[in-house]
């Protein structure tokens, strides 16, 4: 069981630092929310690479500090909270506490040293260094747990007025972010009252939270890249897809008709206000701002475009998404982001709507040369 608890906490470290070269390789510019991403990934990954050099004597062996560790645990939620600010863009209403939380690392370094010499020297005697580092695990927790509420706090009562970034990411990942944070803080939590008690001798008091912590660099490391990549092609795509419509109507099957001119009034209304590029457009709410019933809106579509709601909207989102697709200019952003843009709500339903109107994937048509 040890073996296996050293095999994910050093996989987790050395997958954290992957991630951060992968990042940095892959972008020429870093921006605050990549930064403070990385960094969150990288105190994360060295906290436990450095417990799992001193659990396997392979840190100053054979030293009287060969147990001497750096508090890389008071910079990781600090660096989660700063890059929650910049990742919503309201660093500039709130106070990131990252200077803050630098000095409390410099001032930790400092007595865990001081201790340390102590014990040394015989100055004190050892168990002091032991209540020393649950004293210093109590405050560290504390500080950690209240900028973990603060980040709760701007998460959960968020609301669209206060950030544009809404308009593009509903927070969900960042809701189950904290949901899993929270099953870290408990492990942490446990390890400390397991070395207050005795109940569970380190470093196997401390397992529990290793393998949580290794857990979460997997998860939300690649989560919010992601997250954080498509959010900023989407606000470019946003500003080039609203310049202008470039779409024509789909074409009507009897353009003599009452129905015919109706169906056109709708058809035009929709292109021109982009309705299509809503995710959020229902039948219910495009009838109700064209001042038709339901039914009605329902019957004209069918009738004149030959498709029912759903796939007379998305066939336009299709039509939009091949035009950016097929464009040289749009080559940088990614897929997804493409998809989510053109009004789909989700990858999942954007593949099969593409494939569903051109028989083939956006991948393979982005991929075929432009005739």
Not at 48 to 61: H, V
Not at 147 to 163: A, N
Not at 321 to 349: H, M, Q, W
Request: charged content about 20%; aromatic content about 18%.
């Amino acid at each position: 069981m040890t073996a296996i608890f050293n095999f994910l906490m050093i996989a987790g470290a050395v997958q954290g630092f992957v991630f951060n070269v992968a990042t940095f390789a892959s972008r020429k510019k870093i921006e605050k929310p990549i930064l403070y991403l990385n960094l969150f990934v990288l105190f994360l990954s060295l906290n436990n690479l450095q417990s799992w050099l001193i659990d396997k004597g392979l840190l100053l062996e054979g030293v009287p500090w060969q147990n001497f560790a750096l508090p890389w645990y008071v910079l990781i939620v600090p660096m989660f909270y700063a890059f929650l600010l910049h990742y919503l863009e309201i660093e500039k209403n709130r106070f990131s506490l990252v200077r803050l939380s630098i000095g409390l690392f410099f001032l930790e370094l400092l007595t865990r040293t001081v201790a340390n010499i102590m014990v040394v020297s015989a100055a004190w005697p050892a168990h002091y260094l032991s209540i020393y580092n649950t004293i210093e695990d109590v405050i560290t927790l504390a500080f950690s747990l209240f900028l973990f509420y603060k980040s709760i706090d701007i998460v959960f009562q968020f609301k669209p007025i206060d950030t544009p970034i809404l308009a593009f990411d509903d927070l969900k990942w960042l809701k189950w972010f904290f949901y899993l944070g929270g099953g870290v803080f408990a492990l942490w939590i446990l390890s400390i009252v397991f070395n207050v008690t005795g109940w569970l001798a380190k470093p196997y008091s401390y397992y529990p939270l290793r393998l949580g912590s290794s857990i979460l660099i997997y998860w939300v490391g690649y989560q919010a890249f992601f997250r954080y990549t498509i959010l900023k092609d989407r606000v470019l795509l946003r500003k080039e897809i609203r310049k202008k419509n470039t779409l024509n109507g789909l074409g009507l099957r009897d353009k003599e008709s009452r129905g015919a001119v109706a169906f056109a009034e709708v058809d035009d209304y929709v292109l021109s206000n982009q309705k299509f590029l809503d995710p959020y457009l229902s039948l219910e709410s495009l009838a109700a701002e064209l001042g038709k019933s339901t039914s009605n809106l329902s019957k004209l579509m069918n009738t004149y475009a030959g498709h029912n709601f759903s796939d007379y909207i998305n066939k336009y989102r299709v039509i939009e998404a091949k035009r950016l697709l097929a464009d040289p200019d749009f080559d940088a952003y990614t897929i997804v982001a493409i998809g989510l843009e053109c009004g789909f709500n989700s990858k999942s339903t954007f593949y099969t709507s593409f494939k569903k109107f051109t028989s083939l994937t956006p991948t393979t048509y982005r991929t075929m040369p432009v005739s």
